[in-house]
């Protein structure tokens, strides 16, 4: 079983910047893929950012590229994802997950979740 606790959302102003954090527990954290998905009102989870277990591959939805960061610190069990150059479109519920096995960008595959933490950006 892997816990996953969120942590570093908040409301900030178009153009700023607010780092995430994912901690797991429970099992030998460095073992699982972990990714970021988020959920605005009404619309679909969507697949943000996933990093390896050892944390050499990274991999981004488009609409974040170049802006946001998804990084790992193994001895901390933490996964972070850096957001910079917010917009308004980037508000949402933002939620880590965590799974053994190959890259995928689809939520379903993902075994474990988050409580989730929101980001509000403002123009």
């Known amino acids: 079983q892997v816990l996953l606790v969120e942590s570093g959302g908040d409301l900030v102003q178009a153009g700023g910047s607010l780092r995430l954090s994912c901690a797991g527990s429970g099992v030998t954290f460095s073992s699982y893929r972990t990714g970021w998905f988020r959920q605005a009102p009404g619309k679909e989870r969507e697949f943000v950012a996933t990093i390896s277990g050892g944390g050499y591959l990274t991999y981004y939805a488009d609409s974040v590229k170049g802006r946001f960061t998804i990084s790992r610190d193994n001895a901390k069990n933490t996964v972070y994802l850096q957001m910079n150059s917010l917009k308004p479109e980037d508000t949402a519920v933002y939620y880590c997950?965590?799974?053994?096995?190959?890259?995928?960008?689809?939520?379903?595959?993902?075994?474990?979740w988050g409580q989730g933490t929101q980001v509000t950006v403002s123009s």
């Open positions: 997950a965590a799974r053994l096995g190959a890259r995928t960008t689809s939520a379903s595959e993902y075994e474990y």
